[in-house]
Structure formats: structure tokens, C-alpha cells
């Protein structure tokens, strides 16, 4: 007996010690991950750009920084995510399924006597009415009224969410076509005034000599 519980518990100690040997302990990202990483990302992100072979116009200006603007994209994607949101609660709506399943046995039959209704004797066979080893099943449909209540407030929920997240974008475009449009103008400026700047150095150069 003493063999016997030495051997189980050392079964047991195994085990504990394959599986703490099997556990996920989180690591940290170093700084050469996240360097890396970064690295990546920006990549990515440049990577598909078309080159400029010509002269921009203030409208290919705007349609290259609503294109490549990264704002844009994340704001581009939480709506997405919106989306897939609002059709995860849709499906809430849909009743419940419960299933079980089990199996039960016994070493030997269950025997049971029975009484006549006729004249109230009792049989003196022994008869069962079920099988030593059997597997039995349940499935039911569940709908409540209360769940889907607060699945309708949460899809409505969801569904206003995908409108603040599209206002959200609308004003994100609007700000991006106005740095554009602010920035373009500038250069334009700068790249005219650049000939007189050069002249007008010369002139205040050959001032200052004199």
C-alpha cells in the first residue's frame, strides 16, 4: 500500500513538473524588438506609394495625402471594426441553443417488480426496463426577453457608434484637406518668391561690400 501511494504521488510530482515546464511566462519586448518593428511598419506603410513623375497640382496634392495619409487609414478601420461590431450584436438576437451529453453504467441490471391495477397483486417477476450502459443526450432552445432587450440596446449601441466613428472621419478628411491645401500654397509661394529672394541676397550683399 505504501508502494503504491509512494508511486502516485510521484506520478503526480511529474506531472506538476511537465506542466509548470509548459507554462507561458510573458517576455517583454526589448528596445531592438521595437526598433525592428518600427522599422517594419514604416516600410509598410511607404511601400505602394506611385512616384511623382510630374508637376502636382493642388488636387493631386489632395488626392496623394487623403490616399497615403495614415489618420485616414486608422480612422478607416475603426469603421470597419464598427461594422463587424454591430453584426456580432445582430446575432445576438438569435435564441440560445443549451446542449448536454453524458453516459452512465452499472455493474448489474436494475430489476423492479410491479402491481396489477386490475386487483392490486404484485408480480413476482423481476423485470428491467433499461440497459446497463447508455449515452443519452439533451438539446434545448433558450429565448429570453430580458437578453434580448439588451441585445437590441447594445446593436443600437453599435450602430451609433459606427456613425460617430464615420463623423469622425469626415472631419479627420476635412482637417487633412486643409493642412494640404495650407501647405501647397506655401511651397507655391516660396518656390515663386525663391528667384527674387536670390536676386535680392546678391543686391544686399554688394550693398554691405560697398
Same mark, same amino acid.
Given at each position: 500500500?505504501?508502494?503504491?501511494?509512494?508511486?502516485?504521488?510521484?506520478?503526480?510530482?511529474?506531472?506538476?513538473?511537465?506542466?509548470?515546464?509548459?507554462?507561458?511566462?510573458?517576455?517583454?519586448?526589448?528596445?531592438?524588438?521595437?526598433?525592428?518593428?518600427?522599422?517594419?511598419?514604416?516600410?509598410?506603410?511607404?511601400?505602394?506609394?506611385?512616384?511623382?513623375?510630374?508637376?502636382?497640382?493642388?488636387?493631386?496634392?489632395?488626392?496623394?495625402?487623403?490616399?497615403?495619409?495614415?489618420?485616414?487609414?486608422?480612422?478607416?478601420?475603426?469603421?470597419?471594426?464598427?461594422?463587424?461590431?454591430?453584426?456580432?450584436?445582430?446575432?445576438?438576437?438569435?435564441?440560445?441553443?443549451?446542449?448536454?451529453?453524458?453516459?452512465?453504467?452499472?455493474? $448489474?441490471?436494475?430489476?423492479?417488480?410491479?402491481?396489477?391495477?386490475? $386487483?392490486?397483486?404484485?408480480?413476482?417477476?423481476?423485470?428491467?426496463?433499461?440497459?446497463?450502459?447508455?449515452?443519452?443526450?439533451?438539446?434545448?432552445?433558450?429565448?429570453?426577453?430580458?437578453?434580448?432587450?439588451?441585445?437590441?440596446?447594445?446593436?443600437?449601441?453599435?450602430? $451609433?457608434?459606427?456613425?460617430?466613428?464615420?463623423?469622425?472621419?469626415?472631419?479627420?478628411?476635412?482637417?487633412?484637406?486643409?493642412?494640404?491645401?495650407?501647405?501647397?500654397?506655401?511651397?507655391?509661394?516660396?518656390?515663386?518668391?525663391?528667384?527674387?529672394?536670390?536676386?535680392?541676397?546678391?543686391?544686399?550683399?554688394?550693398?554691405?561690400?560697398?
Amino acid at each position: 500500500m505504501t508502494n503504491l501511494l509512494s508511486a502516485k504521488w510521484s506520478y503526480l510530482l511529474g506531472i506538476g513538473l511537465i506542466m509548470s515546464g509548459c507554462a507561458v511566462v510573458p517576455e517583454p519586448l526589448t528596445s531592438d524588438d521595437i526598433q525592428a518593428r518600427v522599422q517594419e511598419d514604416m516600410t509598410a506603410l511607404f511601400s505602394d506609394q506611385a512616384p511623382m513623375t510630374k508637376h502636382i497640382s493642388l488636387y493631386d496634392a489632395i488626392a496623394r495625402g487623403i490616399l497615403y495619409n495614415l489618420d485616414d487609414r486608422v480612422k478607416s478601420m475603426e469603421e470597419a471594426v464598427a461594422n463587424s461590431d454591430l453584426m456580432v450584436a445582430h446575432t445576438d438576437f438569435l435564441p440560445q441553443m443549451a446542449v448536454s451529453a453524458g453516459y452512465s453504467g452499472r455493474t $448489474n441490471s436494475g430489476g423492479s417488480t410491479s402491481l396489477s391495477l386490475s $386487483n392490486g397483486g404484485e408480480s413476482t417477476d423481476v423485470t428491467t426496463s433499461e440497459e446497463r450502459k447508455r449515452a443519452h443526450a439533451d438539446a434545448m432552445v433558450v429565448w429570453n426577453v430580458l437578453d434580448f432587450g439588451v441585445s437590441y440596446m447594445q446593436a443600437k449601441q453599435s450602430a $451609433n457608434q459606427i456613425l460617430i466613428v464615420r463623423e469622425q472621419r469626415r472631419k479627420s478628411l476635412h482637417n487633412i484637406i486643409h493642412d494640404i491645401r495650407v501647405s501647397y500654397w506655401r511651397a507655391s509661394i516660396a518656390q515663386q518668391l525663391l528667384p527674387q529672394i536670390d536676386t535680392l541676397l546678391t543686391d544686399v550683399n554688394i550693398a554691405l561690400d560697398r
